[in-house]
């Protein structure tokens, strides 16, 4: 069921209001769509699965700026006895492109009585523009590009987090209105109890001044009534204790934890139905495919991949090609001074000799990759076995529900007919307490049943990996 947000709103402003000032609101039933989507927007674990993807946007971000061009300048100078030595400074900016080219753009203006004849430069400085290429290692892929590979698969790995934390969210928070619905209704099944025995108690007193009943049937009845009576205490305190943890999943903008007033109670069992499962309409095989942990799992083996690949690269040798043109600024017109004898070149070349610290970083990559591969294999057997365990469950108490509910309703009717009986003299409290027995056991069965059955349907959905998305 789809709701309104204006409900949602409504909801949260009676809870407020209720936990604020203790003023009880009229009676209200919080349906299990309303009460979860309440968790969904406010609870403080939401809250942080939606900053799993702001965690995956900073990564990416600082990744690409690994790209960013940079502007370095030094200067040295050296003074003794009033002498200027030498003035080195040189202004230079790179920019690092996505195919491991580097530009490069530098100006340097040297000077000094003791300056090395290689550092002279015009009055004016040089201007030296340039590039440098990679001709094996590094041009196809440099640590630069793994890096932003493996922040863009980092933000996928954050979304699956954001979904795998609001599944276990909302898997605990459905179990505690569950369970919470299942003590609210035993404890209207045990309130109708008592008040049963307790007229029982009234009419067989009232019988016996009369004579038309024994005295014993009073004792009896009295018993009865004091045992129905405990029951339902303890009854009461099991409620209590459920909506305390209910209470738990009750937020205010992750901020202000609420309270439920005993007028907001769940629904009652007559106005649900139980879930069931068509085995046709299940493909188990899709349902696994799309959990996110096991999605969680296979984007770790791709980012291990990346890393892998930029391994195997440094088995090259590494040869960077430096090519630099040299202008000489005159008249501010870089252009007309430009000329391809003025230029500054040359090749860096590095080759190791036993390659083991690349054969280590390679091999330890392969083991990683076949863990990841191991734990996703052994965690998609265990989804599919625990999901068809979970189906079962569900079309089981499916059909228990439906045999369940007849005999409750049956147990009623006999009930009330004893009691008709007894009150005409026709039946002994022995039979009626009997017939009493019976029906309470079959109507908290029934809500056991299904209670059950609607956690089935929680885990299926938690396994399955698409509670969150309900």
Same mark, same amino acid.
């Given at each position: ?12 402003? !009676? ?21 979860? @989507?309440? !968790? ?16 995956? +946007? ?44 580097? $530009? ?5 203006? /040297? ?25 094996? &290692? ?19 790995? @954050? ?5 795998? =934390? ?22 209207? !099944? ?11 108690? +009234? ?11 024994? /005295? ?16 339902? =205490? ?6 209590? +204790? ?51 942990? =096991? ?41 007309? &001074? ?28 392969? $083991? ?5 591969? $191991? ?19 569900? /079309? ?5 529900? @439906?045999?369940? /509910?007849? =005999? @409750? ?48 349907? !929680? ?12």
């Amino acid at each position: 069921m789809k709701l309104k947000n204006k409900h949602i709103t409504h909801f949260i402003a !009676v809870l407020l209001f209720s936990t604020l000032f203790g003023i009880n609101a009229n009676a209200q039933t919080m349906h299990y769509d309303e009460f979860i @989507s309440i !968790v969904k927007k406010h609870h403080p674990l939401a809250k942080q699965a939606e900053l799993q993807l702001n965690y995956g +946007e900073a990564n990416l971000q600082q990744s690409r700026g690994l790209f960013d061009p940079k502007i370095i300048s030094e200067l040295s100078q050296k003074y003794f006895n009033e002498k200027q030595y030498y003035s080195h400074f040189n202004a230079q900016l790179k920019i690092p492109t996505w195919f491991g080219i580097e $530009l490069k753009s530098l100006y340097e203006n /040297n000077t000094g009585i003791n300056l090395n004849p290689e550092f002279n430069t015009p009055s004016k400085g040089l201007l030296v523009t340039g590039v440098s290429v990679p001709l094996a &290692q590094g041009l196809f892929i440099d640590k630069r590009r793994a890096e932003l590979f493996k922040a863009k698969k980092f933000l996928e790995i @954050s979304e699956y987090e954001r979904q795998i =934390l609001l599944n276990e969210l909302i898997k605990q928070a459905s179990v505690a209105y569950w369970e919470w619905f299942k003590a609210y209704n035993k404890l209207k !099944v045990y309130e109708e109890i008592v008040d049963l025995a307790k007229n029982r108690l +009234e009419f067989v007193k009232n019988e016996a001044i009369i004579g038309e009943k024994p /005295n014993i049937d009073t004792l009896e009845a009295s018993i009865q009534y004091n045992n129905r009576l405990n029951t339902l =205490l303890e009854t009461q305190q099991l409620y209590y +204790e459920k909506t305390k943890l209910l209470e738990v999943y009750l937020w205010q903008d992750g901020l202000i934890p609420m309270e439920l007033t005993k007028n907001v109670t769940p629904e009652i069992i007559d106005n649900i139905s139980p879930s069931i499962i068509l085995a046709d309409s299940v493909r188990l095989d899709t349902i696994i495919n799309n959990h996110p942990k =096991l999605n969680k799992l296979q984007t770790y083996i791709e980012q291990k991949n990346i890393d892998l690949r930029l391994y195997r690269e440094y088995f090259k040798p590494k040869i960077n090609l430096n090519y630099n043109p040299i202008v000489e600024p005159l008249d501010n017109n870089f252009l007309t &001074q430009y000329s391809l004898s003025n230029y500054k070149w040359g090749i860096d070349i590095a080759l190791p000799i036993l390659y083991r610290k690349e054969r280590g970083y390679v091999n330890t990559k392969k $083991l990683e990759i076949k863990d990841y591969n $191991l734990q996703k294999e052994y965690l998609r057997l265990e989804y599919f076995k625990t999901i068809q365990t979970f189906i079962n469950n569900i /079309n089981t108490t499916y059909k228990r529900f @439906s045999i369940s /509910n007849k =005999l @409750s309703a049956d147990s009623y009717r006999l009930l009330m007919s004893e009691k008709e009986l007894y009150e005409a003299g026709e039946s002994s409290l022995f039979k009626l307490n009997s017939r009493e027995v019976y029906f309470m056991k079959y109507k908290t069965d029934l809500i056991d049943i299904l209670t059950e059955n609607k956690k089935a349907e !929680v885990y299926f959905y938690y396994y399955s990996g698409n509670l969150f998305k309900l």
